[in-house]
């Protein structure tokens, strides 16, 4: 068997190209439209009175969603749809962040919430939003009305807006995924 050594290295190197091969001749995904798109920000204040800049997450892909906090049914929907999603892109944390807008409360309604559900994470950024100003005016931005989650890239830029329908979520997993792990994705300005 020794004697054939190279016959076994042959074999185990066919191995280790033909996925190798395959990898590099997959054709690339489309790239995400909004890559012209303007840098957005926003100033808002979160559970304990500090500042909270969208500019401060530059350099991460961040998806953007309303909590409408005085609705419990609302409220508690919208955040089991945020756990889903965190759990379908948890590999993603070093590159993901999520900016998650506390709509109809003021900072004691928020931080009780926050604790009452152990919320604070570091992937998790709220912002008081009290009447959703700034949710509805980055969702016109986008062009999408009615959207439940917005994708930024990492500079800032909205590179897609998502219904909370299954359909919609799936897709922003897919499109999360791409331009979290494909930095190309997204140049400078």
């Keep these: 068997m020794l004697q054939r050594w190279w016959f076994w290295v042959g074999v185990i190197a066919l191995l280790w190209a033909f996925p190798l091969w395959k990898s590099l001749s997959a054709r690339l995904p489309e790239r995400l439209p909004g890559e012209d798109g303007p840098a957005l920000d926003f100033a808002l204040t979160d559970e304990l009175d500090r500042p909270f800049r969208l500019a401060d997450l530059r350099g991460l892909c961040v998806i953007v969603t309303a909590l409408p906090l005085a609705e419990g049914h609302a409220r508690d929907a919208t955040w089991e749809r945020l756990v889903a999603l965190r759990k379908h892109l948890r590999g993603l944390d070093q590159a993901l962040v999520y900016a998650v807008l506390a709509q109809g409360g003021n900072a004691e309604d928020l931080k009780g919430w926050l604790d009452e559900h152990r919320a604070p994470r570091p992937e998790l950024h709220f912002g008081l939003d009290a009447g959703g100003t700034q949710m509805t005016r980055l969702c016109a931005a986008a062009g999408a009305a009615s959207a439940e989650f917005l994708l930024l890239d990492r500079h800032g830029r909205i590179r897609g807006a998502y219904g909370g329908e ?10 999360a995924g791409q331009l979290a792990n494909w930095a190309g994705q997204d140049g400078e300005p």
């Design 166 to 175: 299954q359909a919609d979520v799936d897709r922003l997993i897919v499109d």
